[in-house]
C-alpha cells in the first residue's frame, strides 16, 4: 500500500509539472502493468485532480481541461466568429497554392469561403470538409483517406500517414481543440495528433486558425509548440497576454472582423 500511494504522489506531481501524462509511459517508468496506472488514475480522478482521457490523463486546472465535443456540437458554437476566420484564412490562398484543411468545424468556413481560385489544390482529412470543397469545381481535392472517426468526422490512421508523407504543401490550416502558451498546441485524440503533427512536417507554412475559447485550454496531446506557428488567424476575444506573447515569438495574428 505505502508503494501504491509513493506511485500515485509521484504520477500527481508530474501531472502538475507536465500537465498530462499517458498510461504507457507510466507503466515503464513505474514498472507495472498497464491495468494498475488505470487504477491509479481512476483514483486520481475520484479525488478531483485529474480527468481521464484516451491513453491517459490531464491535469484538471481551473477549467483548463476542454472536453471534447461533437463535430455537430462544434459546428453550432462561435457560428460568426467561425464564418469570420474562415473567410480571413480563404482571403490568404493564392493562384497555385498547395494546401492542407485540417478536419473541423472552423477549416470546413474557410472551405465554404473558398472561391474557384485558379490551380489550387486543396488536401483534407476532414468528410465535412470535403463535401464542402465538391461544390467547387475547379479546386483541385486531395481526400487522404483512412480509418473514419464519427465523433469529429475526420480520417486518421496509417493510410492517412502514407497519402500525406510524400507531398509538399505551401500552407497548412490548423484546427486546434486547445492552444496553451505553455503546453502548446493540443488535441483529443492521439492518432489525430500523429496526423497532425505530419501535417506541419509537410507544410512551409502553419496558420492556425481558432476562435478564442480554445486559448487557455489544454488536451492530452500534443500538437506543436507555438514558436511552431507561422500566422494565427483568430477573433478579437483573444486575450492580451496571449495575443503579446505570440507576437513576441514572430507569430503574425491576424484578428477576424467579428
Given at each position: 500500500?505505502?508503494?501504491t500511494?509513493?506511485?500515485?504522489e509521484q504520477?500527481?506531481?508530474?501531472l502538475?509539472e507536465r500537465?498530462?501524462?499517458?498510461?504507457?509511459?507510466?507503466?515503464?517508468?513505474?514498472?507495472v502493468s498497464?491495468?494498475?496506472?488505470?487504477?491509479?488514475l481512476?483514483f486520481l480522478?475520484?479525488q478531483?485532480?485529474?480527468?481521464?482521457?484516451?491513453g491517459?490523463?490531464i491535469?484538471?486546472?481551473n477549467?483548463?481541461?476542454?472536453p471534447e465535443?461533437a463535430i455537430e456540437?462544434?459546428?453550432a458554437l462561435h457560428?460568426?466568429?467561425?464564418s469570420?476566420i474562415g473567410?480571413m484564412?480563404?482571403?490568404l490562398?493564392?493562384?497555385?497554392?498547395s494546401?492542407i484543411?485540417d478536419s473541423?468545424s472552423t477549416t470546413m468556413?474557410i472551405a465554404?469561403?473558398?472561391s474557384?481560385i485558379?490551380g489550387?489544390?486543396?488536401?483534407t482529412n476532414g468528410?465535412n470538409?470535403v463535401?464542402?470543397?465538391?461544390?467547387?469545381?475547379?479546386?483541385?481535392?486531395?481526400?487522404v483517406?483512412g480509418?473514419?472517426?464519427?465523433?469529429?468526422?475526420?480520417?486518421?490512421?496509417?493510410h492517412?500517414?502514407?497519402?500525406?508523407?510524400?507531398?509538399?504543401?505551401?500552407?497548412l490550416?490548423?484546427?486546434?481543440?486547445?492552444?496553451?502558451?505553455?503546453?502548446?498546441?493540443?488535441t483529443?485524440f492521439?492518432?489525430?495528433?500523429?496526423?497532425n503533427?505530419l501535417?506541419?512536417k509537410?507544410?512551409?507554412e502553419?496558420?492556425v486558425?481558432?476562435?478564442?475559447s480554445?486559448f487557455?485550454?489544454?488536451?492530452?496531446h500534443?500538437?506543436?509548440?507555438?514558436e511552431?506557428?507561422?500566422?494565427?488567424?483568430?477573433?478579437h476575444?483573444i486575450?492580451?497576454?496571449y495575443?503579446?506573447?505570440?507576437r513576441?515569438?514572430g507569430?503574425?495574428?491576424?484578428i477576424s472582423?467579428?
Amino acid at each position: 500500500m505505502r508503494d501504491t500511494s509513493r506511485r500515485r504522489e509521484q504520477i500527481g506531481r508530474m501531472l502538475r509539472e507536465r500537465g498530462s501524462v499517458q498510461v504507457p509511459e507510466l507503466s515503464e517508468l513505474f514498472k507495472v502493468s498497464t491495468v494498475t496506472i488505470r487504477k491509479d488514475l481512476r483514483f486520481l480522478e475520484s479525488q478531483g485532480t485529474v480527468t481521464r482521457s484516451y491513453g491517459g490523463a490531464i491535469l484538471k486546472d481551473n477549467g483548463i481541461f476542454n472536453p471534447e465535443v461533437a463535430i455537430e456540437q462544434k459546428q453550432a458554437l462561435h457560428i460568426e466568429e467561425k464564418s469570420s476566420i474562415g473567410a480571413m484564412a480563404a482571403a490568404l490562398i493564392e493562384p497555385g497554392d498547395s494546401i492542407i484543411l485540417d478536419s473541423g468545424s472552423t477549416t470546413m468556413q474557410i472551405a465554404s469561403h473558398l472561391s474557384d481560385i485558379e490551380g489550387v489544390t486543396v488536401v483534407t482529412n476532414g468528410l465535412n470538409v470535403v463535401n464542402e470543397l465538391s461544390r467547387h469545381e475547379n479546386l483541385n481535392v486531395l481526400f487522404v483517406g483512412g480509418t473514419l472517426r464519427r465523433k469529429n468526422m475526420s480520417f486518421f490512421g496509417s493510410h492517412a500517414e502514407h497519402a500525406l508523407k510524400d507531398l509538399h504543401v505551401d500552407k497548412l490550416f490548423l484546427g486546434v481543440d486547445g492552444f496553451h502558451m505553455e503546453r502548446g498546441i493540443t488535441t483529443h485524440f492521439e492518432a489525430e495528433a500523429l496526423l497532425n503533427r505530419l501535417m506541419c512536417k509537410v507544410a512551409s507554412e502553419i496558420i492556425v486558425v481558432t476562435d478564442s475559447s480554445k486559448f487557455g485550454q489544454v488536451c492530452l496531446h500534443k500538437i506543436l509548440a507555438p514558436e511552431g506557428v507561422s500566422r494565427m488567424i483568430t477573433d478579437h476575444n483573444i486575450p492580451a497576454d496571449y495575443a503579446d506573447g505570440l507576437r513576441r515569438i514572430g507569430v503574425d495574428v491576424i484578428i477576424s472582423d467579428t
